[in-house]
């Protein structure tokens, strides 16, 4: 029997707001920040800093400070999860004591990892979106995807989820600790890509991009020091990222979406290309390893730099490899109001939402516990909304 159930818990609602983490007017805060440009509410009261620069196709550094990052139209969110999660237990929740952490709201990275809002299993229970995509790439451990139009999946060690919300979805996100006999490490980006006007209502929808279909590019002659690239969207020279869903704003050819992750060698260089489109926003993150220079510009880890898109710009690596994180696209240039999980362009699309959730729950929860996991040996998969299944061996 399926249970239809509707969450109205917004600290579960307000699943991704690690910056909101022990405020109980969390969805008041947003709605009361819902006025302003997204890029406004994601730099208003946070902690950065615009940092010298040398050559204007960098104009401009910011220093990150607490997640989210900064993000620029047409991106809304960015985080970069790390956790180093013992062995798992019977249940693959963490085998370790949970003792004064903040279960429900647990963010502070006591031992070098978090709960978030699981209370057994680390992750994010069910929580709704409506508005707008979120692109989750798993860089390392599990994640097991449930959602409320019964569709489901398990996937890691590089794959990345791409889920469009669209008019309505709930979904859970939950890190399976498989691992009895050893560490679980699980490191994770996830990111928000706005939907524009027309689209912010088309039916909810995920692809799956499978770590074999991302391409990873390699530059670096012989017995040279390498980067390499890998392009979850965009293209670069003749060579494709795997297509969007459907109605992304990044299956649009002119809005030149690109999502690149880019590691580089100790004392690597890479000529990182002009973008196509000379309007995109354009920024590069460096979130590990040591420094790099882009285009003259000092760039520590903790830091991003925003380019100029209409030139190239060299990188440099210094003595310690690096790893960057490039979100870059054309702005949809539309008004953003935000109020938690919910993207829109007015007010008055904001209320609906709220409305239309309650009221449906976005399709109901039919699943029988908020945070679903997948038996510990289930190898990786997806089940679509459609019943189509993909398997990875």
Same mark, same amino acid.
């Given at each position: 029997?399926k ?15 690690p910056?909101s983490?022990g405020?109980e007017?969390?969805?008041a805060?947003?709605i009361?920040h819902?006025?302003?440009?997204l ?10 800093? @615009?940092?010298?620069?040398?050559? %204007?196709?960098? $104009?401009?550094v !910011?220093?990150l400070?607490?997640p /989210?990052?900064?993000? +620029? ?6 985080v ?19 003792k004064?952490?903040?279960i ?13 809002h699981g ?5 994010f229970?069910r ?20 959602d ?8 890691g ?5 791409w889920?469009?919300a ?22 994770l980006f ?5 939907l524009? @006007?027309?689209?912010?209502?088309? %039916?909810p929808? $995920?692809t799956? !991009?499978?770590a074999d279909?991302? /391409?990873?590019?390699v +530059? ?27 109605s992304?704003w990044?299956s ?17 260089e890479?000529?990182?290309?002009a973008a196509?489109?000379p ?19 000092e760039?520590?880890?903790g ?7 209409d030139?190239?710009?060299?990188i440099?690596?210094?003595d ?12 949809i ?15 008055g699309?904001?209320?609906a ?11 109901g929860?039919?699943w ?8 510990r ?8 909304a ?8």
């Amino acid at each position: 029997m399926k249970h239809l159930r509707r969450q109205r818990n917004w600290r579960e609602i307000n699943a991704f707001f690690p910056h909101s983490r022990g405020r109980e007017d969390t969805a008041a805060w947003a709605i009361g920040h819902g006025g302003l440009p997204l890029a406004a509410l994601a730099t208003d009261g946070r902690s950065f800093h @615009r940092g010298a620069v040398s050559d %204007d196709t960098v $104009f401009e550094v !910011l220093r990150l400070g607490n997640p /989210p990052w900064v993000t +620029f139209d047409p991106f809304l969110f960015c985080v970069h999860h790390l956790d180093r999660y013992p062995p798992g237990n019977e249940k693959m929740g963490p085998m370790a004591s949970l003792k004064g952490r903040n279960i429900g709201m647990d963010f502070e990275g006591i031992d070098g990892w978090r709960m978030y809002h699981g209370d057994e299993i680390p992750g994010f229970p069910r929580h709704p979106h409506r508005g707008f995509e979120t692109i989750t790439l798993a860089r390392q451990g599990y994640i097991d995807h449930s959602d409320s139009l019964g569709a489901t999946a398990r996937f890691g060690h590089g794959d990345c989820q791409w889920m469009t919300a669209g008019g309505g979805i709930v979904h859970s996100e939950m890190f399976p600790l498989v691992k009895r006999d050893a560490e679980n490490p699980t490191e994770l980006f996830q990111i928000w890509l706005n939907l524009p @006007r027309e689209d912010k209502m088309v %039916d909810p929808y $995920f692809t799956m !991009l499978w770590a074999d279909s991302i /391409p990873e590019l390699v +530059f670096g002659g012989e017995g040279e020091p390498k980067t390499k690239v890998s392009m979850i969207a965009g293209a670069l020279g003749d060579r494709p990222a795997p297509p969007p869903p459907p109605s992304s704003w990044a299956s649009r050819p002119e809005a030149d979406v690109a999502i690149w992750i880019i590691v580089l060698e100790a004392g690597a260089e890479w000529k990182l290309p002009a973008a196509k489109s000379p309007d995109a926003n354009r920024t590069l993150y460096c979130f590990e390893g040591g420094t790099v220079s882009v285009a003259g510009t000092e760039l520590a880890v903790g830091h991003a730099a925003r380019l100029r898109p209409d030139g190239e710009a060299t990188i440099e690596c210094g003595d310690a490899p690096a790893q960057l994180l490039m979100l870059q696209g054309r702005p949809i240039g539309e008004p953003v109001v935000q109020y938690g999980p919910f993207v829109m362009n007015a007010p008055g699309e904001i209320k609906a939402a709220i409305v239309d959730y309650q009221r449906t729950g976005f399709g109901g929860w039919p699943w029988d516990r908020d945070g679903p996991v997948h038996p510990r040996d289930k190898k990786r998969f997806a089940i679509h909304a459609d019943g189509r299944e993909e398997a990875v061996e």
